[in-house]
């Protein structure tokens, strides 16, 4: 079964709306880390926010916010005021604690397109 | 610092040759991972190592080879190349998640390799 689950192939946004990107995982350990990366079609991976398992508060970054959900086991990342330069693919990742090998498994991706 | 460094940026090879990809981190981290990226299936992790000496495998280890003789490098060697492996290597590292130190991951730029 997969661990992160990203059910959203692509999303289409308008240019300064808010958009919000789905993420669900599975995990039985209490200490997790929940991160999202975004890679340009450029290629590279670039780090945007990460919530720990233990977190009060939502975690935020600028225009991104993690919206943890941790009794539904969800960890939507909002973008908000979207932008041209925000389209790439979007990646949810889980790290495990205790139980894991402290190594993030990531889920499929979501494609995010910014329309002027 | 130069962060992540992976060489080479690109490669061709023929079925049943052997590679390296080359890795490695100046920023002291002590786990360090080793993922493939295909289409749709996001990054998969291969092979991963948590100090020097220590390896492990991941989800798909099968036809790789690795080993961490210091904290700086962490090379991936193809045995024999199968059409099947070709895809983009990201190799990543990060901290220990100790309490009080962020173990967000960093990314190299990614290998991309194509096996004929």
């Known amino acids: 079964a997969q661990k992160i689950t990203q059910t959203q192939p692509g999303m289409f946004v308008q240019e300064k709306e808010a958009v919000t990107l789905d993420c669900t995982y599975d995990?039985?350990?209490?200490?997790?880390?929940l991160f999202w990366y975004k890679q340009p079609s450029s290629g590279e991976m670039i780090f945007l926010i990460y919530?720990?398992?233990?977190?009060?508060q939502n975690a935020t970054e600028g225009r991104y916010s993690l919206n943890f959900q941790k009794a539904r086991k969800s960890a939507n990342l909002v973008i908000s005021a979207s932008q041209l330069g925000d389209s790439a693919m979007y990646f949810c990742?889980?790290?495990?604690?205790?139980?894991?090998?402290?190594?993030?498994?990531f889920g499929r991706g979501t494609s995010l397109i910014v329309h002027p | 610092n130069a962060g992540v460094t992976q060489t080479p940026k690109f490669q061709v090879l023929k079925t049943g040759q052997s590679m390296t990809l080359q890795c490695a981190q100046d920023?002291?981290?002590?786990?360090m991972s080793w993922y493939r990226q295909d289409p749709g299936m996001g990054l998969r992790l291969i092979h991963y190592?948590?100090?020097?000496?220590?390896?492990d495998q991941g989800e798909v280890p099968n036809g790789y080879n690795v080993s961490r003789s210091t904290t700086e490098d962490f090379p991936l060697r193809l045995l024999s190349a199968a059409p099947s492996q070709t895809s983009v290597y990201f190799c990543?590292?990060?901290?220990?998640?100790?309490?009080?130190?962020?173990?967000?991951?960093?990314f190299g730029p990614g290998t991309r390799l194509t096996v004929l």
């Open positions: 990543a590292s990060s901290y220990r998640p100790d309490r009080g130190r962020p173990d967000t991951q960093y």
């Open positions: 995990t039985s350990d209490p200490s997790y880390g």
């Open positions: 919530q720990g398992s233990y977190d009060q």
């Open positions: 990742a889980m790290r495990e604690g205790v139980g894991g090998s402290y190594i993030p498994t």
């Open positions: 920023m002291n981290h002590e786990y």
């Open positions: 190592s948590v100090g020097a000496g220590i390896t």
